[in-house]
T-cell receptor
């Protein structure tokens, strides 16, 4: 079974630029989550998709962040325009159930905004 | 607010030493508890989880954790660590918040095992 794939693995962009992160979940997993870890702090929830619908986006920091999940398959997270405080590691996870039994995480995208 | 506290941010041990990483959570409802590990350059992996039943749970690679409800704790233990256990360890609670389940993580503990 292929795992959760994220790319790019690393991205360095200048403040004010736009970056798009992609996540390919495990095939058949309806639930897709984005999490973020900033500056070595705790990993924090950003949002949760069920298929193509946003179930919960309460963790999105502001309107510079836009997440989509086309056709209930892969998801993108766009940051526009990027700010210095957006630097961190962005994790994606997928699961069949929504209650955390079988989360599988991707290896993350390390975003550095300079 | 719901939170997870990991008291040790950095731990350095020699091989064969015993390990205990502390985790306390703050959440009033029914909890599902997890320990995840991230080895250098790899993705987050599930070490073990507690949903119900025996509060002493065993996970992969010889790790175990004990859920003590009265202390709101879920400490991770291993009797004898190996160099390959060098990694970052995260405690997490699965909580129902804002109409969906989400993981609430602690800030992580970096473990360095010296050969």
């Amino acid at each position: 079974e292929a795992g959760v794939t994220q790319f790019p693995s690393h991205s360095v962009i200048e403040k004010g630029q736009t970056v798009t992160l992609r996540c390919d979940p495990i095939s058949g997993h309806d639930n897709l989550y984005w999490y973020r870890r900033v500056m070595g702090k705790e990993i924090k929830f950003l949002l949760h998709f069920v298929k193509e619908s946003k179930q919960d986006e309460s963790g999105m920091p502001n309107n510079r962040f836009l997440a989509e999940r086309t056709g209930g398959t892969y998801s993108t997270l766009k940051v526009q325009p990027a700010e210095l405080e957006d630097s961190g590691v962005y994790f994606c996870a997928s699961s069949q159930e929504d209650w955390g039994y079988g989360y599988t995480f991707g290896s993350g995208t390390r975003l550095t905004v300079v | 607010a719901q939170s997870v506290s990991q008291h040790n941010h950095h731990v350095i041990l020699s091989e064969a030493a015993s390990l205990e990483l502390g985790c306390n959570y703050s959440y009033g409802g029914t909890v599902n508890l997890f320990w995840y590990v991230q080895y250098p350059g790899q993705h987050l992996q599930l070490l073990l989880k507690y949903f119900s039943g025996d509060p002493l749970v065993k996970g992969i690679k010889g790790f175990e954790a004990e859920f003590i409800k009265s202390k709101f704790s879920f400490n991770l233990r291993k009797p004898s660590v190996q160099w390959s256990d060098t990694a970052e360890y995260f405690c997490a609670v699965n909580a129902l918040m804002d109409s969906s389940y989400k993981l609430i993580f602690g800030s992580g503990t970096r473990l360095l095992v010296r050969p």
